[in-house]
Nanobody, 129 residues
Framework: QVQLVESGGGLVQAGGSLRSSCAAS????????IGWFRQAPGKEREFVAA????????YYTDSVKGRFTISRDNAKKTVYLQMNSLKPEDTAVYYC??????????????????????WGQGTQVTVSS
């Protein structure tokens, strides 16, 4: 059982930066792939970024490539999402999620919410224009 707690959301002006954190407890954190998803009001949840458990391979949705960076510190059981050049359309509740590496057979699995077993409660990111 893995518990995830997000933090670091907030209100920022367009063009600004935020760094969100996802702290884990329980389970063997280093064997889990970690993803960030977001959900804006009235919209479906969408994939943002993910990082693999072993080599730290990273995956991003096209709209955040070059602006967001995902990283992990297994010793601290924490994953970070550095968000730069934020845009109003980035406004959403951001969730981190963990999935055991055994459930992933291809890179496409990282983009699917169904690949993740544990979810955090979310952190609000609001970008004003």
């Amino acid at each position: 059982q893995v518990q995830l707690v997000e933090s670091g959301g907030g209100l920022v002006q367009a063009g600004g930066s935020l760094r969100s954190s996802c702290a884990a407890s329980g389970g063997t954190f280093s064997t889990y792939n970690i993803g960030w998803f977001r959900q804006a009001p009235g919209k479906e949840r969408e994939f943002v970024a993910a990082i693999s458990w072993s080599r730290g391979s990273t995956y991003y949705t096209d709209s955040v490539k070059g602006r967001f960076t995902i990283s992990r510190d297994n010793a601290k059981k924490t994953v970070y999402l550095q968000m730069n050049s934020l845009k109003p359309e980035d406004t959403a509740v951001y969730y981190c999620a963990a999935g055991p590496y055994t459930r992933y057979s291809s890179g496409s699995d990282y983009y699917k919410g169904s690949s993740y077993t544990y979810w955090g409660q979310g952190t609000q990111v609001t970008v004003s224009s």
